[in-house]
């Protein structure tokens, strides 16, 4: 867990670029009808405005939110140290999901008067991604990388 405001801007740039890369190359896959080697590719173009979105919702927003929120669910005297970080990464997704589904919907897709409906579609499309590719692998991915460059860090 990053203990400073640097640490927490570190861990924010490496949880975004993992899960939103991710979350992009699943939607493009969906709308091509398949995962090809071009998705790929194609995901960096729209990192570029999606990364910088779900970072300053993330950590000026949803963050100071999700830890409130879990630090009142989870009690660490109770409860072993891994439900916190289960709790942390399941109301993050909660959370950024409607969130970055409904920037995909205004900056992305082309609504028309079916706004609220792409939203909520986009929304419920996202979310089991999302979730499970928090918990199992960019959220576990993303905590290693960071205890490492933490622990490289402090060796210096």
Request: net charge positive.
């Amino acid at each position: 867990m990053p203990k400073t405001k640097l640490q927490e801007v570190i861990f924010t740039v490496l949880m975004v670029f993992a899960m939103v890369y991710s979350m992009i190359c699943y939607n493009i896959s969906l709308h091509m009808g398949g995962l090809s080697n071009e998705v790929f590719l194609s995901a960096f173009h729209e990192l570029i405005f999606m990364g910088p979105i779900a970072f300053v919702l993330d950590f000026f927003l949803v963050a100071p939110l999700v830890k409130k929120k879990a630090f009142a669910i989870v009690d660490l005297k109770k409860d072993n140290p891994f439900i916190l970080v289960l709790a942390i990464s399941a109301i993050s997704v909660a959370f950024m999901c409607p969130l970055m589904s409904l920037a995909a919907t205004i900056l992305l897709k082309d609504p028309g008067n079916q706004f609220i409906s792409v939203w909520i579609q986009t929304t419920a499309i996202n979310f089991p991604m999302a979730f499970f590719l928090q918990i199992f692998y960019a959220g576990p991915l993303v905590r290693f990388l960071f205890q490492v460059i933490i622990s490289v860090k402090v060796r210096n």
